[in-house]
């Protein structure tokens, strides 16, 4: 008769056979290499030949001729006395290639325009203004409907009453907010204006639990905006999307529908633009 053995505690490694085959056209060298080189990166410290090895499911000896080529290639180096790899100066010059190269609006529009098509409301890209703590909006796709949202480009939003802003401000802590509200105070735009900062830092939190911002008229009578930020690779918020319309289209129910769309957007352009899975 079979007996069932305890599993140990602490960190369960990878074992060969059920590490996942490469897909087709990879080479699996290649492969194993640069799944190294991301788990050195992600560790945020020094790592030992063994605990990658176990990461990798490979033998120790495999897992050593991978990192000597890496080191070869000044991608990965070996530090302290006992030898455990770090990421080495040549992974920094090809990845701040990339950094040079981006461009804002070059990758986010696109996914402005589909978000657009799919949501049939205008799709905003604000980014964060850290001189006066104010969010202005840089690029719009507008929707083909008659009665529409339309902002000028470079045009401000008011931190604590729209979409984008308080977006922004939920990625700041308490102190960050409430200093802030001292400088700005909390002027009334409309009626459903958030004027008291108790009020406030509970939709800020709310937002937190959700994943986006939700402006109810807020900014402007009629107007509804959802929004979520986009983060760099230091897992900082620097711009948001927003999909705003009225509130005959933007009705309740379709609140969710759209917080997840603008999730999702988000999420995409946060990997594609700092490498960073929220």
């Not at 602490?10 to 640069?34: E, F, I």
């Not at 603008?262 to 929220?278: D, F, H, P, S």
């Amino acid at each position: 008769m079979a007996t069932a053995i305890p599993a140990k505690r602490g960190k369960k490694p990878r074992s060969a056979a059920a590490a996942p085959a490469p897909a087709t056209g990879q080479v699996q060298s290649l492969t194993r290499g640069l799944k190294l080189l991301e788990w050195i990166a992600e560790s945020g410290s020094n790592v030992a030949l063994t605990e990658l090895a176990q990461q990798a499911g490979l033998p120790n000896s495999t897992t050593h001729r991978l990192l000597t080529t890496l080191q070869q290639q000044g991608f990965v180096r070996q530090v302290g006395e006992l030898g455990h790899w770090a990421i080495g100066a040549h992974a920094f010059i090809v990845g701040s290639s990339f950094l040079q190269s981006r461009n804002l609006l070059a990758i986010v529009h696109p996914e402005l325009r589909k978000l657009m098509e799919a949501s049939g409301e205008t799709v905003n890209l604000a980014v964060l203004d850290m001189s006066d703590h104010q969010a202005i909006i840089i690029d719009q796709v507008q929707c083909t409907q008659l009665m529409r949202m339309s902002a000028p480009i470079g045009g401000k939003l008011p931190m604590h009453a729209s979409g984008a802003g308080k977006a922004f401000l939920a990625n700041l802590n308490e102190d960050q907010v409430s200093g802030l509200l001292h400088r700005q105070g909390l002027h009334a735009y409309t009626p459903a204006t958030l004027t008291s900062p108790l009020l406030l830092k509970e939709d800020l939190l709310q937002i937190r639990k959700r994943g986006y911002s939700f402006d109810d008229e807020e900014h402007a009578l009629g107007l509804r905006c959802i929004a979520s930020c986009l983060y760099d690779e230091h897992k900082e918020p620097f711009a948001a999307i927003s999909i705003s319309g009225p509130i005959s289209r933007i009705t309740d129910d379709r609140v969710t529908e759209l917080g997840a769309m603008v999730i999702k957007a988000t999420r995409e352009l946060t990997l594609a633009w700092g490498g960073q899975r929220q």
